[in-house]
């Protein structure tokens, strides 16, 4: 059975910092392009921020460039997205990928988890 869960969402407050994680189970994310999309109450899904931990490389939204930081750990089969200078406009369900092609569009994604629910609000 091939899975990814998300955690680490919740509310925070304008300007503050939220750190998602995204673990695999079933499959080595390694191997994988693994990308964070989100989607807020009627708009469609954004991707914000990608990786393929085996080359390294990164990319990420202008909505979200300098503020978002995607990275991996290999020996957890984990990949986070540190979420820092929080908007009220990041509001949205965060939601974790993976598939063959690197990118941040969503189609390219073959496997997802549920998503984390994350509200920025004062």
């Known amino acids: 059975q091939l899975q990814l869960v998300e955690s680490g969402g919740g509310l925070v407050q304008p300007g503050g910092s939220l750190r998602l994680s995204c673990t695999a189970s079933g499959f080595t994310l390694n191997n994988y392009a693994i990308g964070w999309f989100r989607q807020a109450p009627g708009k469609e899904r954004e991707g914000v921020a990608c990786t393929r931990s085996s080359s390294g490389s ?21 990949v986070y997205l ?31 988890g549920q998503g984390t629910q994350v509200t920025v609000s004062s």
């Open 58 to 78: 990164t990319n990420y939204a202008d909505s979200v460039e300098g503020r978002f930081t995607i990275s991996s750990d290999n020996a957890k089969n984990t």
């Open 82 to 112: 540190l979420m820092n200078a929080l908007k009220v406009e990041d509001t949205a369900v965060y939601y974790c990928a993976a598939g063959r092609y690197y990118g941040l569009g969503y189609r390219l994604y073959d496997y997802w």
